[in-house]
C-alpha cells in the first residue's frame, strides 16, 4: 500500500504544473485504485496521505472511496 501512494503520490507532484506529460498517467493510476481498491482501503491510503501532508492527494482518494 505505500508503494502505491509514493507511486501516485510522485505523479501527483509532476501533475503540479498545468499540461505536465505524466498528467495522464496520474489519471490512470487515480481511476487504477478507483476501480480495484474497496471503500476501506482508499480511506486508509487518505488517511496515510494527510498524514504525510498530501492534502491534494488525500482528496483525490477520499473523492475515489465516495464512487
Do not use: H, I
Not at 22 to 32: C, G, Q
Amino acid at each position: 500500500m505505500a508503494g502505491v501512494l509514493e507511486k501516485v503520490s510522485r505523479l501527483d507532484s509532476a501533475t503540479a504544473t498545468q499540461n505536465a506529460p505524466e498528467a495522464a498517467e496520474f489519471r490512470v493510476a487515480a481511476d487504477y485504485l478507483a476501480a480495484t481498491a474497496s471503500v476501506e482501503t482508499l480511506r486508509e491510503l487518505a488517511q496515510v496521505a494527510t498524514a504525510r501532508g498530501e492534502q491534494r492527494l488525500a482528496g483525490l482518494l477520499q473523492k475515489a472511496a465516495e464512487f
